[in-house]
């Protein structure tokens, strides 16, 4: 009994000793001055929308590294914020690591389109139709779009056919825009080629640029389709050609 007891004894003075030790090293680490940032951007390409000066500079001023600020008083959830504000941001998290220093991650929207409204302003697009405004800092290369847009609509429709251009490399190489005219309809711009082409609507949109790609593998650069001023393609296994 007397033995079992003191076990009993022994655990409760341990366990207390632990806590103690805990408690010690928590506010000893927290006392402990911040000795850096780090901020690693997830990204297709070396510039982005993200300007990382800036965020370092933000991240400086929060977390207050240049003062030698200690640990407790950085703020991880202005931080935070800061990460899911940004529009440009996907997610992103931020912690301190075991060298006493601030790591942020953030990850870009990797947008597939661009978007001109007729008012000029212009958003870009993600393959999951995210919209994300437009920066004066970066303009990737992507396929515009331009015409009768607005949030509400078309733009999920240009989404289609830009990923559809996209997937094709002879399309990507060869289609220099999306245009959706007054009547809500969609067309496409060909490189060097002055006829208009109309898709319509993206009903059977893969058969309708099968058939325009069909066509411009026989017939570009050459001088069978200079003389038309539109390639219709929104008819079921036809192109309707106008002619000047």
């Not at 022994?10 to 010690?24: D, E």
């Not at 999920?156 to 830009?162: D, G, P, V």
């Not at 559809?164 to 190489?173: G, H």
Request: aromatic share 8%; glycine share 6%; with cysteine.
């Amino acid at each position: 009994m007397v033995k079992k007891i003191l076990r009993i004894v022994l655990w409760v003075v341990t366990g207390a000793a632990l806590i103690v030790l805990f408690v010690a090293g928590r506010k000893w680490y927290l006392e402990t001055p911040l000795k850096g940032i780090q901020i690693h951007l997830e990204r297709s390409h070396a510039d982005g929308f993200v300007q990382k000066d800036s965020l370092m500079a933000y991240a400086e001023a929060v977390s207050g590294l240049r003062q030698h600020a200690r640990i407790s008083s950085v703020d991880m959830q202005r931080i935070s914020k800061l990460l899911s504000d940004n529009p440009w941001i996907e997610r992103g998290s931020a912690f301190i690591d075991l060298n006493d220093t601030l790591s942020i991650t953030a990850k870009e929207y990797e947008p597939v389109l661009r978007v001109f409204g007729v008012d000029g302003r212009s958003v870009y697009v993600t393959a999951e139709g995210t919209l994300i405004p437009s920066s004066p800092h970066y303009t990737p290369h992507l396929l515009i779009a331009s015409g009768n847009f607005d949030e509400q609509s078309g733009i999920a429709e240009a989404l289609a056919i830009a990923q559809a251009i996209n997937a094709d490399a002879y399309l990507t190489e060869h289609i220099g825009q999306i245009y959706r005219n007054q009547d809500q309809e969609f067309e496409v711009t060909v490189n060097n080629l002055p006829a208009k082409v109309i898709l319509g609507d993206t009903t059977d949109l893969d058969s309708k640029l099968l058939r325009l790609r069909t066509l411009l593998e026989k017939y570009n650069n050459t001088e069978e389709l200079i003389g038309y001023k539109t390639l219709d393609i929104k008819y079921k296994n036809q192109i309707v050609c106008t002619k000047k």
